[in-house]
Every structure is written in structure tokens, then in C-alpha cells.
């Protein structure tokens, strides 16, 4: 990514919400319809809770506030991409094509993704970029590429699946709303 680039989004993201609270957008599916995918106690845990205190604690000037507002920024693209789950839950149209450009199947690029992200070092994020590489961001991070959001940390799967990470990364494809994923690269 040209860093130029990513420096003048980052001073957009700050000018636009300049004198302006940081929120947490609301959800446009109800907390248990991703069951049993990511269940509504991880959205009652990690989307009431957990995101919204990065908010809270940015309003409020608490901590370190570009590490609290990336947690915003990056909380908000992960929680819009979901639908509920469907075994035969696949990219089509213009996801697809790009994902076959870059990894042929759907399936390598599901190993490829897994791979990367198992390789991290504690907490962090994983995505798959406008332009098909798959990125990783350390704690957060305000990035300009996103398509694809994984949300890497341990609050994103423990509840649900204990220590197998690896599991919640197979399985987070049924809730991917690629219709959504889709419109983001028609933008
Ligand atoms: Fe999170």
C-alpha cells in the first residue's frame, strides 16, 4: 500500500471526525442470527461490550486515543460484513473473480488466509485487500485497503471456540455477506 496514501485517508478519517464522538455503528442483523457461526454471547461480549469501550474510552480521552479510535475504525468494518451462516456460503461476482486472480480457488485462498493468520504473534487482524494480497495488522490500525476484515484476537473466538482459532477461521466464511463485500469493490 502507497503510504502516502494511507497517511492522507488516516488524516481524513481524524478531519471528519474531528470535535466528533467516535461511535460504534449499529448492527443490521440481530445478535443470535450468526449462531452458532459467532454466537450472541461473543456479539454481547465483544460488539456491546468490547468495541464499544474503544469508543467510550476515546470520547473520554482515555488511554491511548489512536490505538482506541483504530479500534473503532476497524470494529466497524468487521461487524458489517456478516449474514446469517450458510454451509454452501460462497464469494461470487466481483469478490470471486479477484480471489481467483490472486489464489485460484476459493478453498486456496481459505488455506492461504488460515496459514497466515496461525503464523501471528498475539493479538492482531488479518485481510484480504482491495487488490487481493492478504495484509495483517498488529493490535490496531487504521488501514485504507480493507475488503475482507478478520478479527484475530482472542476475544473474537475464544467464547465460541475455546483454543481453536483455526476452527473459527474455517468457519467464518458461512457468515461473509460477499452481496456486501461486493458493493465495498463497486465503490
Ligand atoms: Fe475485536
Same mark, same amino acid.
Given at each position: 500500500m502507497d503510504k502516502k496514501a494511507n497517511k492522507k485517508l488516516i488524516n481524513l478519517f481524524k478531519l471528519s471526525k474531528q470535535n466528533k464522538e467516535l461511535s460504534i455503528d449499529k448492527l =443490521?442483523? =440481530?445478535?443470535?442470527?450468526?449462531?452458532?457461526?459467532?454466537s450472541d454471547d461473543t456479539l454481547n461480549y465483544h460488539y456491546e461490550k468490547l468495541a464499544k469501550a474503544y469508543a467510550d474510552k476515546y470520547n473520554n480521552n482515555i488511554g491511548d486515543s489512536d490505538f482506541n479510535e483504530a479500534g473503532v475504525f476497524l470494529h466497524n468494518i468487521f461487524f458489517k460484513q456478516f449474514t446469517e451462516p450458510k454451509r454452501s456460503n460462497k464469494p461470487f461476482g466481483l469478490s470471486l473473480n479477484l480471489i481467483e486472480s490472486k489464489f485460484k480457488t476459493f478453498d486456496d485462498f481459505k488455506k492461504m488466509i488460515k496459514e497466515e493468520a496461525m503464523k501471528i504473534q498475539g493479538s492482531g487482524w488479518i485481510y484480504l485487500s482491495n487488490s487481493g494480497d492478504i495484509k495483517k495488522i498488529k493490535n490496531h490500525q487504521i488501514k485504507n485497503d480493507i475488503l475482507v476484515l478478520i478479527d484475530w484476537w482472542e476475544h473474537a473466538w475464544a467464547l465460541d471456540y475455546e483454543h481453536d482459532k483455526g476452527k473459527y477461521m474455517d468457519n467464518i466464511w458461512q457468515i461473509i455477506d460477499w452481496n456486501f463485500i461486493n458493493n465495498k469493490l463497486e465503490n
Open positions: =443490521k442483523y =440481530k445478535k443470535d442470527s450468526l449462531n452458532p457461526i459467532m
